[in-house]
């Protein structure tokens, strides 16, 4: 058995090389204004964040990460470049997993800088992977850049690519989009006599829940969406070929550059990709055995818009990751009041290292 003391420790040697590594130490506070997490990542968020509240700062969340209160603060009145190092508790509702820890420590380190994202991507993944070394971990890297770009450069209505955007995080949500844009899924009969004006309309006026003016314009853009051309064949085939690249990143590299050709939206994300792929090298990583699948990162926290990675200990599936992290540079415009910059960070779980080096 694992004590908290040895978590803590460990917690602190992890810090502590990060800070030798030039990151400023913070702690950010435990509760966090939920008001800015709902904006972030809507309702949805309360199904895996403890929420409270009281008559002075209103309703608050038990941190689940500690990535946006970093923002903030650096946002705030942070310097450029800035490192930051952190460690402590996060707070997640395990609701559908009970085995999984619904509160555990995460030491973490995050980079903000403009210069050269790819070498910052670069350097928060070998500082990550470092302490990791011995574990016989697999490592797995992903950019969820590459399929907003395949997203946005679709020829379809701005309305159809921002709710695909939306639900990027949420596979089998997307796809039903996909299916239903392409015309691959019909209607039910329910929703086209929605469309047609077939139904009669209800007043709604009870709070928290839409009102008839409310649901009249949903409806209006519904029919709109309706009349708007299917996504190609050719073009949902071109996702599902990006979806499905899953190899080596030598590989998946040349797969990128071959689907780009019929995909020029993606082409300055796959050398985003490739230019990551030569910061990796000079940093002494093996990038001719790193695997890269296109897909991965879709379940994460959902303010990755670039770089995504993780690393799994292969014989133990009932473990989650020991370590993740990605880029985040849209969330810094999010929060940045007017403001921007390119940003990447990345945790590390001392208490699953722990656990995985006293089974070895």
Known sequence: MISRSQILNRAAALRAGFEQ??????????????????????????????????????????????????????????????????????FRRQEHDPERANEYVQVGYEVFERTD?????????????APLAGLNLRAVTGDIGILMAAVNGLQTSDARKAALMRHIWRPRRFRALLDRFSGKRPPTSERRALLEGNTPAVDVPLIGMRRQDEIDTRL????????????????????????????????????????????????????????????????????????????????????????????YAPNRADLPALATGGRYDALTRRLGNGTEIPAVGGVLRPGLILALEAAQ
């Open 21 to 90: 590594a030039g990151a400023i130490p913070v702690e950010p506070p435990i509760l966090q204004s939920a008001d800015t997490l709902l904006d972030l990542y809507g309702e949805e968020i309360r199904a895996r964040a403890y929420v409270t509240s009281d008559a002075l700062r209103g309703e608050q969340m038990l941190r689940p990460d500690f990535t946006v209160p970093v923002v903030q603060m650096h946002m705030a009145d942070g310097a450029e470049p800035a490192r930051y190092t952190y460690s402590g508790e996060v």
């Open 117 to 129: 994202p790819a070498a910052s991507d670069a350097e928060v993944f070998a500082l990550i992977a």
């Open 220 to 311: 209006e853009t519904l029919r709109q969406d309706a009349k708007m051309p299917p996504i190609s064949s050719e073009e949902i085939n071109l996702v599902d070929a990006l979806l499905d690249v899953k190899e080596t990143l030598p590989f998946a590299l040349e797969q990128l550059r071959d689907l780009a050709v019929d995909m020029p939206a993606i082409s300055a994300a796959v050398e985003r990709v490739e230019a990551r792929a030569t910061a990796l090298s000079a940093r002494g990583i093996d990038t001719a055995t790193l695997p890269f699948d296109a897909s991965y990162g879709r379940a994460s926290m959902e303010y990755y818009d670039g770089f995504v990675f993780g690393f």
